[in-house]
């Protein structure tokens, strides 16, 4: 066949619907003479469904071959992106998966031989724009790092600006390691609670897309081992700082107290009144939460707290890097992806589920244990590769 040039036809006298006729007429005598049940439209939806049925490959990689946007892609387009070489690359695996089924069938087929691909840019590609690159990530770290490593314990101990300070820049860390490390979206008060955090299950659960009263997307994941330390060195931090505020801010102090404590809701009575309670905490901006900013006022000289959110976080970070606040679950979708994980372990992490797929719903077959047990070691070598380690609190005089 001679060379051709983009978007010309390999029959261009031959419309659409006419070469649909002709290869329907094939097929009836295909049937008919084989006695199968053979459509059009089987072998045109053919590779979608494999694909969408196998899990084994990211379904966004379709829209690349075909053009069209699917329901079930719906969010996880907005959360890849993809260099030419991936691309071509993984599209060429879905091929030879399928090449290698056929010869299953047919053991002399000839698989198609394949044409060299040109290594092409390693920076340009197609996907969301928010993805970071490895090194992005790496220097924020090292940048949030080295901001915690410049105060001493003594002076933070002994000024209560200091102190204030640290405890903003350690909360600042702490935010970015929960939304790097456990995929978590950037809302106002996440994680209402540090006893979401099961560390002895490697997980937490969060709640991070629910409306007021809608549990939809509330979620357990795999949270990496740094992850699930550091949040315990946050909680040991709540409870340093509230014997420091305690005298001159007690009602600040009482609220840390609560959510630093063991067993902060034991003396609710029933489930009814938990719920109450995070149902006005999730996502709240008023209703004091774990992960707050402190400032102290100029004119009365008091403190404030503000729940962490979006605007906040931004006010707050000193690092020298920015990054978009949803970095961090383009990164781990991007980093399973490359790794080969199934795409319903990925789809269990994010939250990125249609209908009928939610882990936790009352028909479920997932096996929680068994998805988080294949998630964390990917998690934990994902954070060491990019420098994350669980800092304790100056203010616990814990050595590193």
Known sequence: MDAMSVGEK?????????????????IKGVNKKFSIQISRKKIEFFLVNRVLAAEKHDPVLLEFLNGNSTYVTRSARHYN???????????????????????????????????????????????????????????????????????????????????????????????YMLINGSGYRAVYNPLPSLHFNL????????????????YAHMRLVAAPTPLIEQLQYYLEHLNALA???????????????????????????????????FDTAKHSKSNDGTLVFLSIDKESGRLRAKNAGPSL????????????????????????????????????????????EIP????????????????RPLLDEMMASLGWKEIPSLLTRKRQ
């Open 10 to 26: 390999l029959t261009p006298d031959l419309s659409r619907d006419k070469a649909h006729k002709v290869v329907e007429l094939y």
């Open 81 to 175: 992106f993809y260099l030419d070489n991936d691309i071509n690359e993984n599209i060429r695996s879905i091929w030879r998966e399928i090449f290698i089924d056929i010869k299953r069938f047919a053991p002399d087929f000839v698989e198609p031989i394949w044409g060299l691909l040109i290594p092409l840019s390693e920076t340009f590609g197609l996907g969301s724009q928010f993805t970071p690159t490895k090194e992005g990530i790496a220097r924020k770290v090292e940048s949030l790092q080295r901001t915690l490593s410049q105060p001493k314990a003594f002076d933070v101990a002994h000024s209560r600006e200091r102190m204030v300070d640290y405890h903003n820049q350690y909360t600042v860390y702490t935010l």
């Open 199 to 214: 560390h002895r299950h490697g997980a937490i659960m969060i709640s991070d897309k629910d409306s007021a009263k809608d």
């Open 243 to 277: 014997n420091h505020l305690a005298m001159t801010a007690e009602s600040l102090a009482m609220n840390m107290y609560f959510h630093s404590a063991q067993k902060p809701f034991l003396s609710m009575r029933g489930k009814l009144e938990k719920r109450e309670w």
């Open 313 to 356: 976080l931004n006010e707050q970070d000193n690092s020298e890097v920015s990054l978009p606040l949803n970095f961090g679950r383009h990164y781990i979708r991007q980093y399973l992806q490359k790794a080969g994980v199934h795409q319903e372990a990925i789809k269990f992490q994010l939250g990125h589920w249609v209908a009928g």
């Open 360 to 375: 936790l719903s009352s028909f479920s077959t997932q096996d929680h244990g068994q998805t988080i047990a294949l998630l």
